[in-house]
């Protein structure tokens, strides 16, 4: 069924789609119960907590990358909470304890720093390391946590073995928007590097990056990989973490033409943002399908879509349409659901920093500190 565009009085709108929500949780699930493996929804890529419910019905919980996404996981879902932040702060370590069933540190320095502190807050909480497999296919280096120098998890080198009995598990994050394929060479230098670990971990965190819901994914294959993976190392258990899987295709940002202006092309000036609303567009960057448009010139009218920001690179990309743009008409952008309103609003759920002014005296004020509540209130 597709959304009848007339209901939006509103622009722009992102319009999560349950139905196209379910159907992917569905599948992870299929994995979840042929695999054995357990799938929680990484809150950076997809927190659209007035879904909780639904994702509470397929996945075991949630990954969190900090205290407010922490908190978000435990008061919207209440299943299975895992915290990871490259690095932990003394003043939110202990309600980050409380909070989570399981603490991934980045580092042994980490490790050593906290372990006490949160067995003390949380005696039965799991303690686990992130280390980098230094293997991965990521296409491009913003989004490859094991390019050179990166700060993601503890190389081979940096291994302490001194950690071991005060964890529990393996982390990995090694993909971005991949196959099966590029899982299993991220598994064999995981398992060349750090395979005599594993017979003493409780489990082994796969991390995200699975294109699991998109078309041509063969779930058949990772399910095997997973079920062989356990059978080498007796049984232990997997987690798996996606985010843009759990969001993936499953709704539109929905925005209106401002203006069209005219330098040289046609460009359309939007009620929404590249740089605010779509920023992966900018980033990454990729090209937004925009429903009933082609490639320009494919079509009889090209236009520039562009944003309504300063910023001189906010354009979303040349499109072309069987009819002339109108102002008002609706421009929607497909597939926006997932590290869109995630990035509008404080991405992995960081702090906002605090806003201060400095009086010619030398004294400092400030006056406006962010909050948890500050983080959930803009999210849904
Ligand atoms: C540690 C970790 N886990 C899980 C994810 C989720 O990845 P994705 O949304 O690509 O599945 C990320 C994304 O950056 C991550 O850094």
Partial sequence: MSIDFNQVQETPVYICELEKLENNLKILDRIQKESGAKVILALKGFAMHSTFDLVAKYLHGCTASGLHEARLAREGMNKEVHTY???FKHDEIKEIARLSNDIVFNSPSQLFLFKDIVKEVNPSILLSLRINPEYSESPVDLYNPCALYSRLGTTKMNFDEEVLPYIDGLNFHALCEQDVSALEGVLKAFEKNFGSYISKMKYINFGGGHHITKKGYDVDRLIQVIKDFRLRHNNVKVYLEPGEAVGWQIGVLV???LDIVDNGMKIAILDTSAEAHMPDTLAMPYRAEVRGASEAN????????????CLAGDIMGDYSFDKELKIGDKIIFEDQIHYTFV???TFNGIKLPSLALCNKQNILKIVKD???EDYKNRLS
């Fill in 298 to 309: 494919k079509k009889k009218y090209t236009y520039k879509l562009a944003g309504n920001t």
């Fill in 255 to 257: 925005s209106s033409v």
């Fill in 85 to 87: 932040a490259p690095a």
């Fill in 343 to 345: 990035k509008n609003t």
């Fill in 370 to 372: 962010f909050t948890y």
